[in-house]
């Protein structure tokens, strides 16, 4: 393409999410998409088949606890397609079709009051938790409106706490006060879009007005103010966010002063009591000792503060072995590790000197667990779940050191007869053995297959189970694919970090090297391979489809970064410089440069054929990545089909109808362009048809 600039980007015209010209474009893209792909019979049996999944009442209601003995739970289904937010006690959750207390009914706020709202989340006031602070989205947006809702009255707090719409995060202080960071205006949010101020809010006081005890610059990425309400260990903190992994973290004294916690600033922590964990993602020196990537480490707080180092190793990584996470219960602290990819549960206690340590009951050897929800404040029982590719989840209560019992199943949504997951691992570009689940029949001959993958920001991808891949392709005979690629946390700090900034490509080549494997072990071709991520996932998939397109046969990318000379500048780009790099540094961009999707797409190269998918409403990864990426393909008249929601925010879609056509807007196209006797492709638009739309801006 063109000069890197907005001023030399033909296509800048389309990062103007609103704008006319723009506008009237994704409705032409949208028209072309939905007549290709959601006219037949075959399309409208797949979303309906896939609704019926997402709207079953036989899923797992998983809940939530807020330390008052009630399961909560939000839910969504046909008949309350934005869903419930309700709760129950633990004797009805045991039936099969509990009673359940209904607290707030989206929907029918929604109607009254005209509004396009999407629940955004919630934060109740302990000990009695009749009070809370309700975030509602419009159209599923990450900014919200923050309103205080009474659960006794079930009704909205006249003159309660109002948060106007933005990017704000709210948390109780006691009755009367909370902090709140959010957009005030000019100079109030950091360069990613968050707020840079902690205020002390005070009930019937202007919000404009409130006390300001902390503020960052406008350079970090965020300020946060919170209040630890257990009982005994109150205590108020706040933390610069210096980029998206390193922070400043304080306790505020009576006083009003700041203490400095002195973990590195890399460093994952949590506070539970009178005990500090700390997990470094970079190697730690400490007097004598240094203490590797990814440890988890144990002090007493108030010990630590005062300037002990005296820490206990509760968790030593090794080449095979990485910490996924840790979760409190009152007297206990649960870990959950990854061995090759593979989940297990431990309980340790805590002691003088060795904590005691024993398996944690409940997970199956042959299942993934993950730990669900634990109540600190109450005592040490705790909910587990537990599933694989081919098993559904288990949702299981237990006590530690007591008994395990099992609360809920979710159906089988799909017959595994014949099926199987294996375990390979590929060998990348540098010699790195790169772990991927295969799961299909093992006997079948190479045929289409779906390869997802991420990659980024230490995220892991776990085996889970999915009654829409089980039913929209493994039992109309494809092969799943799910590539550990670098990047993610499969491995911990050190698989993250290898693909760090200018190592991005490491990623890529991990990818690409599973892809080549499955076709060396005959599972696939590169005609019959299909690739599908989204968000970073879906810079991945823009990165294959213009520097590996000879290795796959389709991709489909969802809200994807593929612009990356602007990313920093769209929406919450900036906060992800600590993972790309920063554009505007020369030696950056240099790098960047050699894989950012769109300054790389060449007229006269054969390219997959690609489905974008994105959301106007998506304020996180800004639409604008598909738009001009699918403008520029078409421009040099290779296969890019474009599909937009109105709604749905960073996840496309706000509510199962949504979901259940994107998904299987996604599907129909995978199995067209990867069946033997492919679709006809679309007419293409002109190059000055799609350049000379609008009057540039």
Not at 288 to 316: C, H, K, M, N, W
Request: hydrophobic fraction near 35%.
């Amino acid at each position: 393409m063109g000069e890197d600039s907005p001023g030399g980007d033909p296509y800048h015209w389309l990062e103007d999410i609103d704008g006319a010209a723009a506008a009237r474009w994704v409705r032409e893209r949208n028209a072309e998409a939905v007549a290709a792909l959601a006219g037949g019979p075959t399309f409208v049996a797949r979303q309906a088949e896939i609704r019926q999944i997402l709207d079953s009442d036989d899923r797992i209601p998983y809940p939530g606890w807020r330390g008052d003995h009630f399961y909560y739970n939000f839910w969504q289904d046909a008949a309350h397609p934005r869903g419930l937010w309700r709760r129950t006690t633990l004797e009805e959750y045991r039936r099969a079709e509990p009673e359940w207390d209904v607290l707030l009914d989206v929907d029918e706020l929604a109607e009254r009051e005209g509004e396009n709202w999407n629940w955004g989340g919630v934060t109740t006031l302990p000990p009695e938790h009749r009070r809370c602070l309700i975030s509602l989205s419009r159209g599923g947006a990450d900014a919200v409106v923050v309103r205080e809702y009474d659960l006794v009255d079930r009704a909205f707090v006249a003159d309660g706490f109002t948060v106007a719409e933005a990017k704000t995060y709210v948390g109780w202080i006691d009755a009367d006060h909370i902090y709140v960071g959010t957009d005030l205006g000019p100079g109030s949010l950091t360069e990613s879009g968050y707020p840079r101020q902690v205020r002390r809010w005070r009930r019937g006081t202007p919000l404009a007005e409130a006390e300001v005890v902390y503020e960052v610059s406008r350079e970090d990425v965020s300020a946060y103010g919170w209040r630890d309400l257990t009982p005994g260990f109150t205590r108020d903190f706040v933390r610069r966010r210096l980029d998206f992994f390193r922070s400043e973290n304080f306790v505020l004294t009576g006083a009003g002063e700041r203490v400095r916690i002195p973990v590195p600033e890399d460093a994952g922590w949590d506070v539970h009591r009178e005990w500090l964990v700390i997990r470094p993602r970079t190697p730690w020196p400490v007097g004598e000792s240094t203490y590797p990537a990814g440890a988890l480490l144990a002090i007493r707080f108030d010990a630590f503060l005062a300037g002990s180092r005296d820490l206990t190793v509760l968790f030593q990584p090794d080449d095979r072995t990485a910490l996924s996470g840790y979760t409190w219960t009152r007297h206990h602290l649960i870990l959950t590790t990854l061995t090759d990819v593979r989940s297990t549960l431990e309980v340790l206690t805590p002691g003088e000197g060795e904590w005691r340590r024993a398996p944690l009951p409940g997970v199956p050897a042959d299942e993934e667990g993950h730990l669900v929800e634990t109540d600190p404040d109450l005592g040490d029982t705790y909910l587990v779940a537990s599933e694989g590719f081919l098993q559904p989840a288990t949702l299981r209560l237990g006590q530690i050191d007591g008994t395990v019992e099992t609360l809920k199943r979710t159906p089988a949504f799909f017959d595994t007869e014949g099926l199987t997951v294996r375990q390979f691992f590929a060998t990348s570009a540098d010699g790195t053995r790169v772990p991927y689940f295969v799961v299909g029949d093992p006997a079948a001959p190479a045929g289409p297959t779906l390869l997802t993958g991420y990659g980024g920001f230490e995220i892991s991808k776990t085996p889970g189970y999915s009654g829409l891949i089980g039913r929209g392709w493994l039992a109309r005979g494809g092969t799943y694919v799910v590539a550990n690629i670098r990047g993610g946390g499969e491995y911990g700090p050190r698989w993250h970090r290898a693909a760090l900034r200018e190592n991005r490509p490491r990623a890529f080549e991990d990818f690409a090297a599973v892809a080549g494997d499955l076709a060396d072990r005959g599972i696939t071709t590169p005609d019959q391979l299909g690739i599908e991520g989204g968000s970073n996932g879906g810079l991945l998939m823009g990165v294959m489809l213009t520097r590996y397109p000879a290795l796959v046969g389709a991709v489909v990318a969802h809200v994807p970064l593929l612009d990356m000379r602007r990313y920093h500048r769209l929406l919450a780009g900036a906060s992800w410089m600590a993972e790309y790099g920063d554009p505007d540094a020369p030696e950056d961009w240099a790098y960047l440069r050699e894989y950012s999707p769109y300054h790389n797409v060449r007229e006269g190269v054969r390219y997959p054929p690609v489905l974008f998918v994105t959301s106007t409403r998506d304020d996180r990864v800004h639409p604008g990545h598909a738009r001009k990426m699918t403008a520029l393909l078409r421009e040099y008249g290779h296969d890019a089909t474009y599909y937009e929601n109105i709604e749905g925010g960073h996840g496309a879609a706000a509510n199962n109808e949504q979901r259940s056509f994107i998904k299987a807007l996604a599907l129909e196209f995978l199995w067209q362009r990867l069946s033997p006797a492919r679709a006809v492709v679309p007419g293409q638009r002109s190059r000055s048809a799609d350049r000379n739309v609008p009057e540039l801006p």
